[in-house]
């Protein structure tokens, strides 16, 4: 390899961290990365968390052996309840298996593994399609695992909110029986989602066109606050009998970041074979697993087994999502109306009207580069920002900011 292996370039979000790190101006604000920030641009642990890890350190059983393959199963199957709602039909028929994972990340990764091994139509792989733009790390995890990946539009730059016709028309398009990867809630990077109506109207083409949907979702009750309303469009399409896959993370919603709490799950679709279809699919997911990780890491696991499997922790947890997703609507808010009241050219209604973690404000490369030269204000370059990044110090100064920069 010494002779042959060209120098990559750096990660253009890792390397937006650094150089907001290595920035003296004591003005600096960080709107890049995607993790919570309290109102003190600090990162927060959840009081739930901090409750779930005393139980965890105070038990005297507490050891640091393997977990098995497939993962802890006190966190897979409440992981499992969580996403498809506790009544699912998916549930009660035994359709469904879980897969612990190294976060979202990995659950990506996984399900992109086995569908490039198993999701074949006469001996071709099945062309993956991402919306347009898509969480940046879709393209390379996809790839990687030799997968072909397409496009299908997502973001209007006009109305800046879905670009719902081109969408549809691009999975009628699509040759049957592709996989199209779809974000529950809260997509990354716009803040744009469909409409309840909307969904309907995906899943009725996707069933049409024997679509496989693969979902990730990594803002499961970060994005609204109510864990059952950001699972709503994967329990629609369970509902409709869609086989699928579903990617999920506990890094936002459970402020897990670096712990990789997650899971795959596959739910088969509904029929006399569907059990033997899902033992059929959990073997070979343990193959995978075996040979990538052997065995997936505990302690995230177990944070979150403890709270999902307490009530009264399980309560609390809601109570912490409520002051997550809160502080962001204020911060949305708050971002709009300063930047209405300087009268900034445009219009910035879609900063409300986007949900969950990040806005894409339509500031153009310029501007974005002219925030950061100017007032140290750092964005990823399409002029997403991570709302979690604002807080009631800093949003009269960034929309000042931002003021400056459109008017130049
Ligand atoms: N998928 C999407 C759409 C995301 O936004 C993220 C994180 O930002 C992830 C997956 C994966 O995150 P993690 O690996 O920390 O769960
Ligand atoms: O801000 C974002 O879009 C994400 C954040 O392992 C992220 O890319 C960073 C590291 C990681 C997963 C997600």
């Given at each position: 390899?010494?002779?042959?292996?060209?120098?990559?370039?750096?990660?253009?979000?890792?390397?937006?961290?650094?150089?907001?790190?290595?920035?003296?101006?004591?003005?600096?604000?960080?709107?890049?990365?995607?993790?919570?920030?309290?109102?003190?641009?600090?990162?927060?642990?959840?009081?739930?968390?901090?409750?779930?890890?005393?139980?965890?350190?105070?038990?005297?059983?507490?050891?640091?052996?393997?977990?098995?393959?497939?993962?802890?199963?006190?966190?897979?199957?409440?992981?499992?309840?969580?996403?498809?709602?506790?009544?699912?039909?998916?549930?009660?028929?035994?359709?469904?298996?879980?897969?612990?994972?190294?976060?979202?990340?990995?659950?990506?990764?996984?399900?992109?593994?086995?569908?490039?091994?198993?999701?074949?139509?006469?001996?071709?792989?099945?062309?993956?399609y991402l919306p347009n733009p898509t969480w940046?790390?879709h393209?390379?995890?996809?790839?990687?695992?030799?997968?072909?990946?397409?496009s299908y539009p997502y973001f209007?730059?006009?109305?800046?909110?879905l670009a719902?016709?081109?969408m549809?028309?691009a999975?009628?398009?699509?040759?049957?029986?592709?996989?199209i990867l779809l974000h529950?809630?809260?997509h990354?990077?716009t803040?744009v989602?469909?409409?309840?109506?909307?969904?309907?109207?995906?899943?009725?083409?996707?069933?049409?066109?024997?679509?496989?949907?693969?979902?990730?979702?990594?803002?499961?009750?970060?994005?609204?606050?109510?864990?059952?309303?950001?699972?709503?469009?994967?329990?629609?399409?369970?509902?409709?009998?869609?086989?699928?896959?579903?990617?999920?993370?506990?890094?936002?919603?459970?402020?897990?970041?670096?712990?990789?709490?997650?899971?795959?799950?596959?739910?088969?679709?509904?029929?006399?074979?569907?059990?033997?279809?899902?033992?059929?699919?959990?073997?070979?997911?343990?193959?995978?697993?075996?040979?990538?990780?052997?065995?997936?890491?505990?302690?995230?696991?177990?944070?979150?087994?403890?709270?999902?499997?307490?009530?009264?922790?399980?309560?609390?947890?809601?109570?912490?999502?409520?002051?997550?997703?809160?502080?962001?609507?204020?911060?949305?808010?708050?971002?709009?109306?300063?930047?209405?009241?300087?009268?900034?050219?445009?219009?910035?209604?879609?900063?409300?009207?986007?949900?969950?973690?990040?806005?894409?404000?339509?500031?153009?490369?310029?501007?974005?580069?002219?925030?950061?030269?100017?007032?140290?204000?750092?964005?990823?370059?399409?002029?997403?920002?991570?709302?979690?990044?604002?807080?009631?110090?800093?949003?009269?100064?960034?929309?000042?900011?931002?003021?400056?920069?459109?008017?130049?």
């Amino acid at each position: 390899p010494a002779e042959v292996v060209p120098k990559a370039p750096e990660d253009a979000l890792f390397g937006l961290m650094r150089a907001y790190r290595a920035d003296e101006s004591p003005d600096k604000v960080d709107l890049g990365i995607g993790a919570y920030r309290d109102d003190n641009a600090k990162p927060w642990v959840l009081p739930v968390v901090k409750k779930a890890d005393d139980v965890i350190r105070n038990d005297p059983e507490l050891n640091h052996e393997y977990l098995p393959i497939v993962g802890l199963e006190p966190f897979t199957s409440k992981a499992a309840e969580l996403i498809l709602g506790s009544n699912s039909p998916a549930l009660t028929e035994k359709r469904t298996s879980t897969v612990q994972t190294i976060s979202g990340t990995g659950a990506v990764h996984l399900g992109a593994l086995f569908l490039s091994r198993f999701y074949k139509v006469n001996g071709a792989n099945r062309t993956v399609y991402l919306p347009n733009p898509t969480w940046a790390n879709h393209n390379q995890i996809l790839t990687n695992v030799g997968l072909q990946v397409a496009s299908y539009p997502y973001f209007d730059k006009d109305t800046r909110g879905l670009a719902y016709d081109g969408m549809l028309d691009a999975i009628r398009s699509a040759p049957e029986r592709s996989i199209i990867l779809l974000h529950p809630c809260a997509h990354n990077p716009t803040g744009v989602d469909p409409t309840e109506e909307q969904w309907r109207a995906i899943a009725e083409v996707m069933k049409e066109k024997k679509h496989f949907p693969f979902f990730d979702c990594a803002y499961q009750g970060f994005a609204s606050g109510d864990l059952d309303r950001d699972a709503s469009a994967v329990r629609y399409f369970i509902e409709q009998g869609f086989e699928l896959l579903i990617s999920q993370s506990f890094s936002k919603n459970l402020g897990l970041y670096g712990e990789r709490a997650g899971c795959l799950h596959y739910i088969a679709a509904p029929g006399p074979s569907a059990q033997e279809v899902t033992t059929r699919v959990s073997s070979q997911l343990a193959v995978l697993q075996r040979s990538e990780i052997s065995n997936p890491p505990i302690y995230g696991a177990k944070v979150a087994a403890t709270v999902l499997n307490d009530p009264a922790l399980f309560a609390e947890w809601r109570e912490n999502l409520q002051t997550m997703s809160g502080r962001i609507i204020d911060m949305r808010k708050a971002l709009r109306s300063k930047l209405e009241e300087l009268g900034t050219p445009g219009t910035w209604n879609h900063i409300t009207d986007q949900i969950g973690m990040f806005s894409f404000t339509g500031l153009n490369e310029q501007q974005v580069a002219n925030l950061q030269k100017e007032y140290h204000i750092y964005m990823t370059k399409n002029g997403r920002i991570s709302m979690a990044g604002l807080n009631t110090r800093n949003v009269d100064y960034v929309a000042k900011a931002v003021d400056q920069v459109v008017r130049e």
